[in-house]
C-alpha cells in the first residue's frame, strides 16, 4: 500500500530535550516536505527536499532542521524545543518535476506538545 | 499573514444547499490545488488548477482557478453530510518546490 508513515503519532516533551520526528514514504517520490498546522492558520510549510542531499527552507523554518541522506526518508529534528513548537506536524510526498504542481500525499500527523 | 485567504472559514448548512468557498491572494501562484482534510487525518488532494481561467469539475464539486492566477474558487452543489470537512487551498511558487496553504474553511453539512 502505498503510503506516507510518521512517527510518533504522538509526543510530549519538555523544553530543550531534543527529538526526532521521522518520516518514511515508499512511492519513490522526489519530493518530501514538513508542515505544521496550527488552528486558524492552516498548514505552513518548514522544509521541503526536492532529492537526496536537496533541502530547502519554507515558510517558518527556524528552530527546526532536516537531512533527507535517503530517497525514501526525511526526519524532522527540533535540537531545543521551545512551548510555541507544540503543533500538529505533517510529512508530505509527491513526485517532482515536468513544470507541474504533483499531488502532495499526506502522512497521518504527528501532535507534538512542548511543555 | 497569510498569502492566501480563505473565506468563510465556518459554514454551516442543510443538506441539499449551495455553497462557495474562495481563496483569494494578491500574489500569483503558478498552480492551485484544493485539499480536502477529515478530523485525525491528513489532507487529500481534490483537484489541481494551472491555467488562469481554468475550470475543473469533479461530481458535485466545482473548482475555478482566476484569469490572473491570484485567486480560485470551490463551488459544492447540493451539499451532502459526506462533504463535512476542513477544505484548504495551497498555492504553488512559480518553481513549485514551496506551497502557502490557506486558514482554511471549515464544511459543516446538517442531515
Not at chain 1, 535517503?70 to 503543533?87: A, G, H, V, Y
Not at chain 2, 442543510?14 to 491528513?42: A, H, I, K, M
Amino acid at each position: 500500500e502505498a503510503q506516507v508513515t510518521q512517527n510518533p503519532r504522538y509526543l510530549i516533551t519538555v523544553t530543550g530535550k531534543k527529538l526526532t520526528v521521522t518520516c518514511s514514504q515508499n512511492m519513490n517520490h522526489e519530493y518530501m516536505s514538513w508542515y505544521r498546522q496550527d488552528p486558524g492558520l492552516g498548514l505552513r510549510q518548514i522544509y521541503y527536499s526536492m532529492n537526496v542531499e536537496v533541502t530547502d527552507k519554507g515558510d517558518v523554518p527556524e528552530g527546526y532542521k532536516v537531512s533527507r541522506k535517503e530517497k525514501r526518508n526525511f526526519p524532522l529534528i527540533l535540537e531545543s524545543p521551545s512551548p510555541n513548537q507544540t503543533s500538529l506536524y505533517f510529512c508530505a510526498s509527491s513526485l517532482w518535476g515536468q513544470g507541474t504542481a504533483h499531488e502532495q500525499y499526506f502522512g497521518p500527523g504527528t501532535r507534538l506538545t512542548v511543555t | 499573514t497569510q498569502l492566501l485567504e480563505q473565506s468563510p472559514q465556518f459554514l454551516s448548512i442543510q443538506e441539499g444547499e449551495n455553497l462557495t468557498v474562495y481563496c483569494n491572494s494578491s500574489s500569483v501562484f503558478s498552480s492551485l490545488q484544493w485539499y480536502r482534510q477529515e478530523p485525525g487525518e491528513g489532507p487529500v488532494l481534490l483537484v489541481t488548477v494551472v491555467t488562469g481561467g481554468e475550470v475543473k469539475k469533479l461530481k458535485r464539486l466545482t473548482f475555478q482557478f482566476g484569469d490572473a492566477r491570484k485567486d480560485s474558487s470551490l463551488h459544492i452543489t447540493a451539499a451532502q453530510p459526506g462533504d463535512t470537512g476542513l477544505y484548504l487551498c495551497a498555492g504553488a511558487s512559480y518553481n513549485f518546490n514551496k506551497f502557502y496553504f490557506g486558514s482554511g474553511t471549515k464544511l459543516n453539512v446538517k442531515p
